[in-house]
């Protein structure tokens, strides 16, 4: 018996196809940036308390898909894994697909756009613990 196959690939390179998308927010500090699958920009913030049971870590948005900057009090919560919701998966949903560490060249490279420095300075200044 042969192992199933997903677009001509066995189970196995399915999986790893898709693990190669697979985020871990616990290895994200303050300031690092988070690219979603559609486009949105995101500051990781910090761990949600201990006694939120649903949603692992806060997250600011600071552009959207559209094209638009937000303000500063834009808040959502992500999982571990970056996802949007911790219970249905949809293919809408804007998941985490690349952290962008903070001190690296990309991430140097990102906040030469000045409205976008502005507010991801300003998400830093407001949760710097």
């Not at 677009?7 to 290895?27: A, C, S, T």
């Not at 303050?30 to 486009?39: E, H, P, S």
């Not at 600071?62 to 219970?87: A, E, F, M, W």
């Amino acid at each position: 018996m042969g192992s199933k196959t997903c677009n001509g690939m066995n189970g196995i390179g399915w999986i790893d196809e898709h693990v190669k998308k697979m985020v871990d927010l616990r290895d994200c500090a303050l300031g690092d940036i988070l690219i979603g699958r559609y486009g949105s920009i995101q500051v990781y913030i910090k761990p949600t308390d201990e006694d939120c049971d649903y949603y692992d870590h806060m997250v600011g948005f600071l552009y959207t898909p559209g094209g638009s900057y937000l303000s500063t009090n834009c808040i959502g919560s992500r999982t571990h894994g970056g996802h949007v919701d911790k219970q249905g998966r949809w293919n809408t949903d804007d998941n985490v697909e690349e952290i962008i560490k903070m001190g690296t060249d990309k991430h140097t490279e990102m906040l030469t756009n000045e409205d976008f420095k502005m507010r991801h300075n300003i998400y830093i200044t407001e949760y710097k613990l």
